[in-house]
């Protein structure tokens, strides 16, 4: 019994050694090494000088970086609750009586498949001063138009929409999975009740939903907190910083400008922050699931 | 009753048109002439075609070198990713041994690091490795995937352990019985891991923008942006390349979507 225990073991290690030494090699290591860059002053060339905390200190009268940590704020405070909120709105419709159901579920999920970089070039033809449709769209209703490249609010509107039109998707594809695991007879029982739509939505449907929301609250805000690939397609972080995120900042002085140690304290502000966001969300989430 | 449903059709339909609209819209500048577009003679509904585009997109740039490029490092990331997330999941589901849930823990807490903290770190040590230009720099990292190892977990706890055993009483080694018996069952599996790490490492930008230098080494998305840096604001150009990047995975994504959208349930992601 216990060789056999012990050949168990063995064959076990074997099993999860591949995916260990990639995710040691690649994901550990560089972790500890990220946290020694970012106590030092290097340009990636030659050995690096330690300077204890002054990378972070530093952080703290750097203007940029209050920029574009607040901007991060925001685009994660506007983008999350519009993307889940049309995300519900279309799975809700989508599971509802409609002819080509599968049809439509296929049109809303397909800017899954695009990359982050031809997507933010599809913004940039859409929002282009000169020729971009958007804008011309706003002429013929004889609105006014927008400047969407060099104006600070238009700029940042803009990649708020384009992320919106690229994960709107997602998020219904999530709602309608959990939707289809409603049980039936909740609604049915509630109907018998006297429930209207509404009450029926707020009382079954948005409570037996929890777990999806809960989990698409924290992917969502994850996420955003890494948007990357549209902002430096788009936008390149500018006007004036107008739309510059931590991890554009953090390219920016790490690549850029070869601030390698500056940027690598960038990152290391950016993992506590999610690190406590979904440490707190966690405790919350699980809080909820214990009261019922 | 009836007008519930024609209101929900309107719903819908709008909705959808606000989704495909781009993605038309890309495919008809990719094929109207750059004059047309600038002079504005460019409609919903266009009337003039022409291929110029894509020939000129082809003939100033390695097209086909970025597109061979791409090819070979996102169906590599995906076997890699695949294989070494069955095998993990497969152990973390069915497997007794010391440091299992430890070993859980650690490579879960994994999927809330977001790749941009360690990328000046990754960079160096991809450099020290002599990795820094090769194909291997965005294959070996990219292929770290813990999402990929806690789904082929969540898939592996549903196989019955009485399943495994009665294998196990024939005499079936643990190699024998994962290959024998627990992989004919984990084919919707397999497709999901494929396609999401497929998808995910066509895609991606801004690792392959950090770790590859030469030009010839170029994945389609790199290609993309440097193609807009030489042409600027050419958008007939650039949506001709963005198509040639964007159409395979649509029509992967096409075809295999109800793959995809099933792994979301039987992998509990939900």
Redesign the interface.
Known sequence: MRSS?R???R???G??G???V??G???????A??L??SLQRTD?FGSGTFVGLDNYTRLLGDDRFWRSAGNTVLFTALVTPLSMLGGLG?AL??D????ARPV???????????????TA??G???F?E??G?LD?VLSSLHLPEASWQSGSVPAFASVVLVTL?WR??FNM??YL??L??VDPLLHESAMLDGASWWQRLRHVTVPALR??TF?LLVVNV?FS??V??VV??LTGGGPRDATSVL?TY??DQ??AQRD?GY??AL??V??VV??AF?GVQWRLGRGRDADQ | MRL??VV??L??TL??L???F??Y??VV?ALSSRRD??A?RVGVVPDALTLENFRRVLDSFPVTTWFGNSVAIALSTAVLTV???L??G???AH????G?ST?FVL?LG?L??????????????VTELHLYGTYWAVI??T??S?LG?FLSRQYFVGIPRDLLDAARLDGA???RT?TRVVLPLAKPLVAVLFFMSL?SS??D??WPL?ALKDNDLFT??IG??YL?GQYG?D?TA??AF?LI??AP??A???VF?RFF?RG??TSG??
């Open positions: 225990a050949v168990e073991a064959a076990a290690y099993f999860v591949p995916s260990v990639l995710l090699l690649f994901v550990f290591v560089p972790l090494w990220a020694l860059i990636g279309a419709l989508l509802s009586a409609l002819p439509f579920r296929s049109l809303l999920i397909l800017p899954m498949a695009v990359s982050g970089v031809a070039l599809i940039l033809l859409f282009d000169n020729t449709v011309s039109w709107v998707g594809l999530i999975t959990a289809q695991g777990p999806a989990f994850i907190f890494q990357f690939d430096f397609v991890v953090a390219y790490g690549f390698q940027g690598a990152g290391m950016l993992l999610t690190l979904t | 519930a449903v929900r059709t719903a819908a909705v959808g606000v989704i495909v781009p993605l819209w890309m500048v577009l600038l504005g294989v070494t997330n095998l993990a497969y152990a973390f497997l007794r041994f010391r299992s070993l490579l994994t809330v690091l977001p790749v941009q903290v360690i990328m000046v770190a990754l960079f160096r040590l070996l990292p292929s770290a813990a190892v080694g643990e190699w994962f998808l066509w895609n930008f801004a950090i389609l998305p993309l942006l807009q604001p958008y650039t949506m963005a990047n964007v995975m649509l992967v994504f096409l979507q959208v979301f349930v992601l939900r």
